[in-house]
């Protein structure tokens, strides 16, 4: 299988700062791969370093075989960034912008891609408005767009939905996918965890600059499995060996209970009967990508 974005012991250092520190990591062709990690992990600098915006401290870089230094156009032909800031020039419209990306790439008339862009983000009615007169979400709509004028293989997006509003994360995810689906490679990165769940089949996570997860969603989730039973309980107090495996929860008048396997469900309810605890409300809570981030940052793997 062909390796659509290949690190090598990739670091960035800025002083003393470790941006990225030793990262290897290979992406495949055709994956949905998210990269995720809290404020200041690393994320926008590897990106940028395979954007060829960077230098790298040590290490190497290649978008599908081509090495992000020494093969910077090809490595930069092959790959469609959507960059977590905003940036653009207020006075071209938004066509205008678009043509002159495509030209940016070379290529001369690629106004049916354009407008086929525009239309799947919702963006033909702004096609000749002028790039300041648009909102922040707007903005947004046309990084994506100027990502994609050259039909890059392989798709970088740096947060796209920072900001956007609920339609156009649901229809920017209808396109991302179909490209996803027609062999375009992506890589996301987002502080929300639900759309990560949902739609990369591998994560990586960085923390302070190294890579502390790298598995296929599903694995991660599964290795971590847990529920969690929440109930709110009136009669009788807690039973004692009940009341030694109780976990902190956020809400004082809840006891939740860990539950690792449905099978446990029945006993724990029959052993809540027999001690007189009458049960005012239940909840089977899931493990989720959420706590699986959560624990994996506290030091848990
Ligand atoms: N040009 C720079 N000069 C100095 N330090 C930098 C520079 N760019 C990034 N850093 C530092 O490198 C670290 C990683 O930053 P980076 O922007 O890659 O994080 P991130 O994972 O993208 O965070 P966020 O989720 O907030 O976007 C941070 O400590 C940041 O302050
Ligand atoms: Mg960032």
């Known amino acids: 299988m062909s390796i659509a974005i290949d690190l090598v012991s990739l670091s960035k250092h800025y002083g003393a700062v470790r941006a990225l520190d030793d990262v290897t ?58 960059p977590q800031e905003l940036v653009f020039d207020p006075f071209f419209t938004v066509r205008e912008t678009l043509r002159l990306t495509s030209g940016y790439y070379g290529i001369a008339r690629n106004d049916a891609w354009i407008d086929e862009i525009l239309t799947n983000l919702d963006l033909s009615s702004k096609a000749d408005a002028n790039m300041r007169s648009l909102s922040g979400g707007m903005k947004r709509r046309v990084l994506v767009a100027q990502a994609l004028v050259h039909r890059p293989p392989v ?48 994560v990586a996570m960085l923390q302070n600059g190294a890579m502390v997860a790298l598995e296929p969603t599903a694995d991660l989730i599964r290795r971590f ?17 009940l009341a030694a495996l109780r976990v902190e929860y956020p809400l004082p008048d809840r006891v939740a209970l860990p539950l690792a396997r449905y099978e446990e469900l029945e006993p724990t309810l029959a052993e809540l009967r027999q001690a007189g605890c009458l049960i005012e409300e239940l909840e089977v809570l899931h493990t989720d990508l959420e706590d699986v981030f959560v624990r994996i940052m506290r030091g848990e793997r």
């Open 25 to 82: 990591l290979q992406v495949r062709e055709g994956e949905f791969f998210g990269l995720l990690g809290p404020n200041g992990a690393g994320k926008t600098t590897l990106i940028s370093i395979v954007a060829g915006l960077a230098r790298a401290t040590s290490g190497q870089a290649r978008v599908m075989g081509f090495d992000v230094v020494r093969d910077y156009r090809q490595a930069r032909r092959a790959l469609g960034v959507v």
């Open 225 to 241: 499995a847990g529920g969690m039973l929440v109930l709110r309980l009136g009669g009788a107090p807690l039973p004692p060996r």
């Open 155 to 202: 798709i970088v997006l740096d947060e796209p939905t920072a900001g956007v509003d609920v339609e156009l994360r649901q229809a920017l995810w209808r396109f991302v996918r179909r490209l996803n689906r027609e062999g375009h490679t992506i890589v996301l990165t987002t502080h929300y965890l639900e759309e990560a769940q949902e739609l990369c089949e591998r």
